[in-house]
């Protein structure tokens, strides 16, 4: 039995914490919420900190999953993995190169195994998409983007987020990774552009981001990102993949808005174009949010329980959020700049 703490009882955490309390390896030994209080009724009796130190010392757990805000994600994975638990951190694994370079060198002292949270890994109608752009071939254009139209509360969220993180960090590194898994070039330019769109956030913050991103094989990356209430709809998913011998894309399916959760994941058919006719690829039954929760803790535990091999992974994780900060650094200083420079 795995004995687990979860720090950050979120909409990320609480799935998580779910995911561990359904599942038969798995023993949730504490959880850490900044209010001390649990009000999922399938998670009391559980003892709850509110002091992340304190529960690791206290429970010593073989698993940490963490999915607080952006700014304590390295610390808070070194600490535990130096104190002998394995790490799952959400994304993104920190919120500087050199800080996610530490995570990695921690893993790598400790012998713990880390998985950075990139809940499209384990999402079956996304690894199909992935194998068909892989299977016509590249150099590759990558359009992508996500949008949302937040209010009342999920704007009171996107704005607790943009006090550490922008939305181009946030969101990006999951479909930068998306690309990198499909090209598996290495990125060497990025130039990005943002816009402060409400008097809500920081002066030195943007809710609204778009960048470019080139390749070594010659692909090129576009991808955007805005919250807010401001936001339009129009548009609001795009994921579409380009080569010389076609394109893949995923259409439009049932989405509720731009803000749904499910929506951000569900890809409902894929439609593959080559030069002598269209296909489309029906993918029903898709998990939903819940249940990817439920893959990615369930990949976790078999890492640990079967000495899985995450070597790659890592790298991955530490590739796609240099490039998503290559562009925040790109907007912030309204310049261009390669992977090296924005590290430094």
Known sequence: MIRVLIAGLGNMGLSHALAHHTHPEAEIVGLVNRSGEVSHADLQGYPVFTDFHQALAEVKPDLVVIATYSDSHADYACAAMQAGAHVFVEKPLATNVADARRVIATAQETGRKLMVGYILRHHPSWQRLIAEARDLGGPYVFR???????????????????????????????????????????????????????????????NYGQFQVIFADGSAGWYEAGWGPM??????????????????????????????????????????????????????????????????????????????????????????????????????????????????
Request: glycine share 6%; with cysteine.
């Open 231 to 344: 936001m339009s709809e129009t548009a609001f998913f795009v994921k579409d993949i380009i080569t010389p011998n076609g394109s893949v894309s995923i259409t439009e399916t049932d989405k509720a808005g731009s803000s749904d959760v499910d929506g951000h994941t569900r890809v409902g058919s894929i439609l593959l174009h080559r030069t002598d006719g269209d296909r489309r690829i029906d993918l029903p039954d898709e998990p939903g949010h819940q249940e990817l929760c439920d893959a990615e803790q369930h990949a976790m535990l078999r890492a640990i329980i079967e000495d899985h091999d995450l070597t790659r992974h890592m790298n991955d994780a530490v590739q796609s959020l240099a490039i998503c900060l290559a562009a925040d650094h790109s907007i912030r200083t309204g310049q261009p700049v390669t992977l090296e420079e924005a590290a430094k």
């Open 144 to 206: 992508m983007n996500l949008n949302q139209q937040s209010s009342g509360p999920e704007w009171e969220t996107h704005k607790a987020l943009m006090q550490t993180t922008s939305p181009i960090v946030d969101c990006g590194v999951h479909y930068v990774d998306v690309m990198c898994q499909i090209t598996d070039a290495q990125p060497v330019r990025v130039h990005g552009m943002g816009l402060r769109l409400s008097d809500e956030i920081a002066e030195d913050m943007y």
